[in-house]
């Protein structure tokens, strides 16, 4: 017999919508652990150096301490001593550099588009080309003297085949679909080179320029 009263059923429980993004790590602590992954082995290096320094087993002598590093880097800094050879050495960078990169583009553009110069300048690339740069000294003192002139010439040899050498592999590794599609289409040269060449060898050149201020980093220590 029913009591004539409508018992309501319960209603679904609905879990909580869970918030987007909920498990996994934020931004600016993802961030954060990936400055500090970034940096935890230059300071566990410079810490250990510093502990054994302590411990005696290195003499000062021989590796002074970072705490004694970090001092004299600060007095040169106040000096101004340090920012007046920083600026130097930046410039002779950007010189030697500037001359490598102009000169190693327009060669290596020649040299891989143009099989009469690569034919006439292949063996006096392979000749130089292995040389060091540090090899140069000698030279560049008797030709330029021991003035700026020779510091330049020194991280311009540097930084000079790198960028030679990967702007001449870029355009030989250019898509031959596209040189054929363009030979048939008859592009002009010019344009070929703008539109085909350039953005196919657009990484090896890049990759060159930056081995290329690299090496001029390098040569600027043993120019000087």
């Known amino acids: ?6 018992v309501a059923e319960p209603a679904p429980v609905q879990a909580a919508p869970q918030r987007e993004g909920a498990g996994r790590p934020r931004p600016a602590l993802a961030a954060a652990g990936r400055a500090a ?4 082995l230059p300071l566990a ?7 054994l320094f302590e411990l005696g087993l290195i003499r000062p002598i021989l590796l002074p301490p970072p705490t004694k590093v970090a001092a004299s880097a600060w007095a040169l800094a106040v000096s101004g001593e340090l920012l007046r050879h920083v600026a130097i050495s930046l410039l002779r960078v950007l010189e030697g550099f500037a001359l490598a990169a102009v000169s190693g583009l327009v060669l290596g553009l020649a040299v891989g588009l143009w099989r009469g110069v690569d034919r ?3 063996l006096l690339i392979q000749l130089v080309k292995p040389i060091p740069p540090i090899a140069w000294i000698p030279l560049a003192i008797l030709w330029f003297g021991i003035g700026e002139g ?5 991280i311009f040899l540097g930084a000079f085949f790198p960028v030679l050498v990967n702007t001449v592999d870029g355009i030989r590794q250019t898509d031959h679909r596209f040189v054929e599609l363009a030979r048939i289409l008859e592009v002009p040269r010019w344009r070929f080179i703008q539109q085909v060449v350039l953005p196919g060898a657009l990484p090896a050149i890049m990759t060159g320029l930056r081995v290329g201020v690299m ?8 120019s000087s």
């Open 215 to 222: 090496v001029a980093w390098m040569c600027v220590v043993a």
């Open 37 to 40: 992954l970034y940096v935890a």
């Open 120 to 122: 006439a300048t292949d």
């Open 1 to 6: 017999m029913s009591s004539g009263v409508a």
């Open 45 to 51: 290096v410079i810490a250990l150096w510093q502990g």
């Open 150 to 154: 020779a510091k330049v010439y020194i």
